[in-house]
């Protein structure tokens, strides 16, 4: 069964804390992406990685971080530098990266702050 | 640069046809997406249509293309409850690696 699998389903962080998103997919995609999703606001690019050991900002990559170590898994580090970091977080993978790739998105991680 | 924009909230009674646009400014895209996200969950690709394509019929989803105008539409024939969600268009650039995605019209089908 193949897909894109994301965990945890909710996350609570502590002020000061760094906390990691978790995203795998075994569609043996090349290209795998991070957004953000607040309400109102659609899809926003954090980072974006094309092949393993590689990756690039996307347009609010600040109190992020990301590694690419394994071509199935693209987690997500969000810093305590990210101030306001709570939000619906959506991972998504693609065939090869770019244009007309179709991009296939996992269920989602909910970030609360306590 | 890539900026796509949707109207934010439609509402339709079940049974009939409902109507979702979208418009973008980069004529250089390729190919634009219907993306449908239901609530706490991810995106589910509805369908696309490539950008030297005016229309594309895939059962119950019509999507028109106006290049000139740079404006998407995207038709649910006999609108049904479970297609109560989110829709999403997004355009993809050549050249780029990236979806740029509008910020979602909600639809809620009215039984």
């Known amino acids: 069964d193949g897909g894109i699998t994301q965990s945890p389903k909710y996350l609570f962080r502590k002020e000061g804390q760094n906390v990691t998103l978790s995203c795998e997919q075994n569609l043996n995609h090349d290209a795998m992406y991070w957004y953000r999703q607040d309400p109102g606001q659609g899809l926003r690019l954090i980072y974006y990685?094309?092949?393993?050991?590689?990756?690039q900002k996307g347009d609010i990559a600040e109190g992020y971080s990301v590694s690419r170590e394994k071509k199935e898994s693209f987690p997500l580090t969000v810093t305590s530098a990210q101030k306001n970091p709570t939000a619906f977080y959506l991972c998504?993978?693609?065939?090869?990266?770019?244009?007309?790739?179709?991009?296939?998105f996992g269920p989602g991680t909910r970030l609360l702050v306590l | 640069g890539e900026d796509v924009e949707q109207s934010l909230f439609l509402s339709v009674r079940e049974g009939d046809s409902s109507v979702i646009n979208c418009t973008y400014t980069?004529?250089?895209?390729?190919?634009l997406y219907w993306y449908k996200q239901e609530p706490g969950a991810g995106l589910q690709l509805l369908t696309y249509?490539?950008?030297?394509?005016d229309m594309k019929q895939d059962q119950r989803l019509t999507v028109l293309l106006n290049k000139k105008d740079k404006h998407l539409s995207l038709r649910i024939a006999d609108t049904q409850t479970g297609d109560s969600a989110i829709y999403f268009c997004?355009?993809?650039?050549?050249?780029?690696?990236?979806?740029?995605f509008g910020k979602g019209n909600q639809v809620v089908v009215i039984p």
């Open positions: 980069d004529s250089s895209s390729t190919y």
């Open positions: 997004a355009e993809s650039i050549r050249g780029n690696n990236r979806l740029a």
């Open positions: 998504a993978s693609s065939i090869v990266p770019g244009a007309g790739e179709t991009q296939y």
């Open positions: 249509i490539f950008s030297n394509m």
């Open positions: 990685s094309q092949i393993v050991n590689d990756f």
